[in-house]
């Protein structure tokens, strides 16, 4: 099966850089995907890697090592509509051959002014 | 294009009582998923389907019922409600070729 884990808070400040590491297990792998959720509301993409390496999106990046089985996502220029939950997410290789997506149990930033 | 809809938004069950969660998308996606979110928890994957009459278990199927007999549907049933399945239900769908899941606003499920 699949496990990630993942701090279960973190807070920073206005204007700050945040990382939120994942690490993982996984039988297979298909890529590291991270999804952002406010309070109450649906799950929306982040970011994906499939390959070892940084990915930029605006203020957000995401970084994997496959080696390792590490990942991180880093904000920058925090501003306070980004407190929400992070999470992590894999596919990797279910018992029946298909790969299948396991998210970690997620990270919850508060950002203080 | 209204992206995935959930059908009810909230819903109270008493022990027992059955009801299906209906989920659309307009995005003509093959593959869809159904999660369940604890509070302070992760998603986790409950069933999905790669195309229509296609499905296959998830981590926690137990309890759980789908069918796929259109690319845009795929409903969720609830046999015999339980206390353990008091969670909120999200159901997402994805192009086959991108890794990006579109997901619903979810259901909030109280079983009593």
């Known amino acids: 099966g699949q496990s990630l884990e993942q701090p279960s808070e973190v807070t920073a400040v206005e204007g700050a850089i945040v990382q939120i590491n994942c690490t993982y297990q996984?039988?297979?792998?298909?890529?590291l995907s991270w999804y952002q959720q406010h309070d109450g509301g649906a799950p929306t993409f982040l970011s994906y890697?499939?390959?070892?390496g940084l990915e930029e999106t605006g203020r957000f990046s995401s970084f994997l090592s496959r080696s390792d089985s590490y990942g991180y996502l880093l904000l920058q220029e925090l501003q306070m509509k980004d407190s929400a939950s992070y999470f992590c997410?894999?596919?990797?290789?279910?018992?029946?051959?298909?790969?299948?997506?396991?998210f970690g149990r997620g990270t919850s930033l508060i950002v203080h002014p | 294009n209204a992206g995935v809809t959930q059908t009810p938004k909230f819903r109270i069950l008493k022990i027992g009582q059955s009801m299906t969660l209906q989920c659309t998308q307009d995005?003509?996606?093959?593959?869809m998923y159904w999660y369940r979110q604890d509070p302070g928890m992760g998603l986790k994957l409950i069933y999905y389907?790669?195309?229509?009459?296609?499905?296959d278990k998830g981590e926690v199927p137990n309890g759980y019922n789908v069918s796929r007999s259109t690319t845009e549907d795929f409903p969720l049933r609830l046999e015999l409600a339980a206390p353990s399945q008091t969670s909120v239900y999200f159901c997402?769908?994805?192009?086959?070729?991108?890794?990006?899941?579109?997901f619903g606003p979810g259901t909030r499920l109280l079983v009593l």
């Open positions: 997402a769908s994805r192009e086959s070729t991108q890794e990006t899941q579109y």
């Open positions: 996984t039988s297979g792998f298909y890529g």
């Open positions: 890697n499939a390959l070892d």
């Open positions: 997410a894999v596919r990797g290789k279910a018992s029946g051959g298909s790969y299948i997506p396991t």
């Open positions: 995005m003509n996606h093959n593959y």
């Open positions: 389907s790669v195309g229509a009459g296609i499905t």
